[in-house]
């Protein structure tokens, strides 16, 4: 079965780093746009950020100048490096396969993923 596994999430003071990873399993990884979508208690799932598989990215606001999407088709990886996290930052991290749409395409809505992830807790103390 093909599968979405992420790693890297933990504890982190606020100001401070962290690096997810998601490997997929599958042999088609570039062929996927990938995204990574968050959710926290209470809250609904939302969308962070994507890496197309022409390699373009886009970001949510909230991330945007501290969080960096990419990826490495020879490993079968997509990253998401969190600078300067906040408190609000705290929830279950999702990684995410698409499908959808064209070469250059950065879907931002969780219908337009095909494959997801178990997730990775991040917590950010205060």
């Known amino acids: 079965q093909v599968q979405l596994v992420e790693s890297g999430g933990g504890l982190v003071q606020a100001g401070g780093s962290l690096r997810l990873s998601c490997v997929d399993s599958?042999?088609?990884?570039?062929?996927?746009?990938m995204g990574w979508f968050r959710q926290s208690p209470g809250k609904e799932r939302e969308f962070v950020a994507v890496?197309?598989?022409?390699?373009?990215?886009a970001s949510a606001d909230s991330v945007k100048g501290r969080f960096t999407i990419s990826r490495d088709n020879t490993k079968n990886t997509v990253y998401l490096q969190m600078n300067s996290l906040k408190p609000e930052d705290a929830a279950v991290y999702y990684c995410?396969?698409?499908?959808?749409?064209?070469?250059?395409?950065?879907?931002?809505?969780?219908?337009?993923?095909?494959?997801w992830g178990q997730g990775t807790q991040v917590t950010v103390s205060s």
């Open positions: 599958g042999r088609t990884f570039s062929n996927y746009a």
């Open positions: 890496i197309s598989r022409g390699g373009n990215t």
């Open positions: 995410a396969a698409s499908t959808s749409g064209g070469y250059f395409h950065t879907p931002r809505f969780g219908y337009e993923y095909d494959r």
